[in-house]
C-alpha cells in the first residue's frame, strides 16, 4: 500500500473539475464539483440514519439500485433538504449532468451540502454544467474537493497505489466535512474512485463493512447530519480480474479503502469546525467490539473534555465519566487512561484511581496538534478508535452564525 | 400552590447551614452544608446512570435503605470519584456529621460535587462540622445553596406552600448544576425539604415519577455527571394525615413537587456553564410521550443549534435535524416549528418546509433571554417539556481549564 497523488483523479478513467456556478453568492468559492468516470463503475453508497434527510439521498439510492454508476455531482452552499420540490430539483439536475456527459440520468450519484430549508435553485447548476463537463480532467480532484467544501478549511483528499494480481490499482477519495459531524452509517459527503474491477454486491458489503470503523467513529459535535453520504465508484480501467467473493484480492481492496477511509476521517476530525487539535482515542480490551466502540465515541463525543483538550488540561476525570455513561459494560476499577502525543505520554489514571503526574509535561503533551487518549479497559480482547477534535471558541463562533 | 420563601428551611422543622471549611483554598467560598430535620423523616433519591459514579452515592444508598434519614451533608470542591478509599472517606463524613448532630451515620445523607479523581481530604470536613452544626438555623437555606456551588453563578432556591387534609404545608429545594448537566435519571445535586407526612414508599413513587418529566430533560451539555443525585426529605411536621396511598393528597403532593423540580430544571438550564439563555423545547403531537421525550432532548441537545440560539440565528434546520436523529418516530412531512420569546413568535417551518418570516422579527425574538422553541409533530397525542441554554464562548472558557 503507497501513498500516492491525483485524489479521486489518481486512478485510471476517472476525470473531475469544480467551478463556481452561482448556487454561492460569494464568486471565489467554487460551489459545483463533477466526478466522471470512463465506464459504467460499480458503485456503493451509505446514507445518513437521520430521519429528516436531503432530496439527494432519496434520488441516490434510487440511482443505486442497479449498484452501478458513472458520475458523482455534487452542489454546496444548500443541502436542497426540507423543502417542497426538492426530489424533482435533484431529478432535474441529474438530467442535466447526463446531458453533458451522455449517459442515462439514473446512472448520476447527487448530492449536496449546505443551508438546510431552502430551496436550491437548479438554474445556476444547470447553466454550469457544460463548462463544468468541457473542462474534466486528469488533475481535476483539487477543484473537485473545493467545490464540495462548506466551512472546511483544508482540502480533503487522499490516493493510494496497491496490487491485485499483479495488476497496478489506486484508489483515491475527497470529502468535506467540517460541522454537523456525528455520522451514524456514513459521514457527510465523501467520493471514492477506483480503478479495481470489484462487482457491485462486493462493493457494497466493502464500504459497509469499513464504514462501521471509520466513518461512523468519527464526530465533530454529536449532530448527525441530514445528507451525510458516503460513495465508492469502482471503473475495471486497472484490468485485474474482478473481484466476486471474499478472497486474497478481497482483502488486500479491503485494506487500500480502509488507508483511504482511516485517513479522510483523521482530516475531516482535525478539520472540524473551530478545531484546533485532532483527537484519537483509541480503547483496548474491551468485553467486545461494540463495548469498545462505544467507549471511544462517547469519550470523543464529551464537550466536557472537548473543552480541556482545547486548553490542554489533563481533566482525565471527564474521560472516565464519559465511559461511564457510554452505555458500554465497563470495571471501572480496571480502567488505565493515558494521553500521548509528539511530546511523550502522560499516565493518568490506574485501576480507575488518579496516579500523581507531572502538571507541567501533561501540558506540554496536552498541547500538540495531535493527542491519542489511550484507554485499557483490561476487560477482554477487543479493541477500538474514534477521531474527533477538541472544543473552542470558533465552534461557538463559526455556529452562531452559519447562515449569514 | 403559592410560592413562598426559605427555601430548605419554609417546612416545619428544618434547619441549614453552609461554611468555608477549607476543602476548597479560596476562602471565600463556602464549600459544606448541612440540612438537618428536627424529626427522623421519609427520605428518597434518584441517582446519576453512569457506571462511574461517586463514593458518596455507594455509602447514600446504602443509608437510604430504610427510606428513613435526619440529615444532609455535602462538599463541594472535589466530588470523591475515582479515588482510592472513597468509601471509607464518605462513611467517616457521615460519622463526624452524625456526632455533631446527634443521630445515626446512616440517617446521613451524603454527597459530593467537583474535581473527579483527586481524593478528599475529610479532615477540614470534621474539623468544620460543630461550627456547621452550631450554626443551623431557620434562615439558613441561602448559606447551604453557596455551599453546595461549583460553577454555578445564582443560588438556586424554590419553596411552594399547599395545602392537604386542611393542614398547611411546605416544600422547598435548593439545587446546584451548571456544568456536566445531562441527567439521566437524576441530576446534579437537588436536595428538597417538605413538612409533609408520606410513607418511604410513596415518597420514593413521587420522586421517581417525577424526575422523568423534569431532571431528566435538562441537559447543558450532554455529560452525564458521575455524582447526580435529587433527593427529597419529608418530616411531617405540617401534621398531616400521612400519605400511603395514591390518593388525592398524593395529587396535590406531586404537584407541589412538579412545582420545585421545574423551576429547579429552568434555573439549573438556565445557569448551564456560559449560558445567556433558557431554552425550553415544547413538543406536541407526539405518537407516544417517549416519542415526545426524545425529540424535545434531542433539540436542546444539539451544539449546532445551541450555537445558533447563542448567536439569535433562526438557524431551523437544525431543529428537525435534531428531531429526525432523535430516535422517535416523526413523519419530517407534519411537522411545524416556530420560535416564541418576550418579544414574540416567529413561524419559520410547516409541514417539514420553510416558510418565509421577517429575519429581523426573528433576531429580535431569539435576542431574549428565554426562547421556547415550539415544535408540533401532529402526529399524535403526546407532548413533552425539555430544558437547555445555549453554546456560548464562556462554557468554552470555563471548561478549558476547569481544574486550575
Known amino acids: 500500500m503507497k501513498l500516492t497523488e491525483g485524489g479521486v483523479c489518481a486512478a485510471k478513467g476517472f476525470t473531475a473539475n469544480g467551478i463556481h456556478c ?10 459545483l464539483a ?32 442497479n449498484g452501478r454508476a458513472k458520475a458523482c455531482v455534487c452542489n454546496s452552499g444548500i443541502a436542497n433538504t426540507c423543502c417542497s420540490g426538492g426530489v424533482e430539483t435533484a431529478e432535474r439536475i441529474c438530467e442535466a449532468a447526463a446531458k453533458v456527459i451522455g449517459c442515462g440520468a439514473d446512472d448520476i450519484i447527487i448530492a449536496s451540502t449546505g ?14 454544467l457544460p463548462a463544468l463537463a468541457a473542462g474534466l480532467n486528469a488533475n481535476g480532484s483539487d477543484d473537485a474537493a473545493a467545490g464540495i467544501m462548506t ?23 475527497i470529502a468535506k466535512g467540517s460541522g454537523m459531524i456525528h455520522p451514524d452509517m456514513a459521514t457527510m459527503l465523501v467520493f471514492i474512485t477506483c480503478d479495481a474491477a470489484i462487482s457491485p454486491e462486493m462493493l457494497k458489503k466493502a464500504l459497509s463493512a469499513d464504514v462501521k470503523n471509520t466513518f461512523n467513529m468519527i464526530s465533530v459535535d454529536g449532530d448527525t447530519s441530514t445528507n451525510d453520504m458516503v460513495t465508492v465508484l ?3 480501467c486497472a ?10 484480492d478481497y482483502e488486500v481492496f479491503m485494506k487500500a479503502l480502509n488507508t483511504v477511509t482511516v485517513h479522510l476521517c483523521r482530516m475531516i476530525a482535525a478539520d472540524g469546525e473551530g478545531a484546533t487539535k485532532l483527537l484519537e ?16 465515541k462517547s469519550v470523543v463525543c464529551s464537550s466536557l473534555l472537548k473543552a480541556a483538550m482545547f486548553g490542554a488540561d489533563a481533566n482525565w476525570g471527564r474521560v472516565l465519566c464519559a465511559a461511564g455513561y457510554s452505555g458500554a459494560d465497563i470495571d471501572v476499577n480496571k480502567i488505565d487512561v493515558s494521553f500521548v502525543s509528539e511530546a511523550g505520554e502522560v499516565a493518568v489514571c490506574k485501576n480507575g484511581c488518579g496516579i500523581g ?21 483490561n476487560d477482554g480482547e477487543c479493541d477500538s478508535t474514534a477521531w474527533g477534535c477538541d472544543l473552542t471558541y470558533d465552534y461557538v463562533k463559526i455556529n452562531g452564525d452559519y447562515r449569514t
Open 22 to 31: 452561482g448556487v454561492r453568492p460569494n464568486k471565489t468559492k467554487k460551489d
Open 34 to 65: 463533477l466526478i466522471v468516470s470512463e465506464r459504467l463503475a460499480s458503485a456503493a453508497a451509505v446514507y445518513t440514519t437521520n430521519k429528516v434527510f436531503g432530496a439527494p439521498i432519496t434520488v441516490t439510492k434510487k440511482h443505486l439500485e
Open 115 to 128: 443551508v438546510i430549508g431552502q430551496p436550491l435553485d437548479p438554474a445556476p447548476i444547470e447553466k454550469g
Open 151 to 173: 466551512t472546511d478549511t483544508v482540502k480533503k483528499e487522499i490516493a493510494v497505489e496497491f496490487e491485485l494480481g499483479g495488476k497496478t490499482c489506486r484508489m483515491g477519495g
Open 234 to 236: 469502482c471503473n475495471g
Open 239 to 248: 484490468g485485474n480480474a474482478e473481484i466476486t467473493g471474499e478472497n486474497g
Open 281 to 296: 482515542c483509541k480503547v483496548s480490551g474491551a468485553k467486545t467490539g461494540d463495548d469498545a466502540k462505544k467507549v471511544a
Open 357 to 377: 503526574f507531572s502538571e507541567e509535561h501533561a501540558k506540554k503533551v496536552l498541547s500538540e496538534k495531535e493527542i491519542d487518549i489511550v484507554i485499557a479497559l
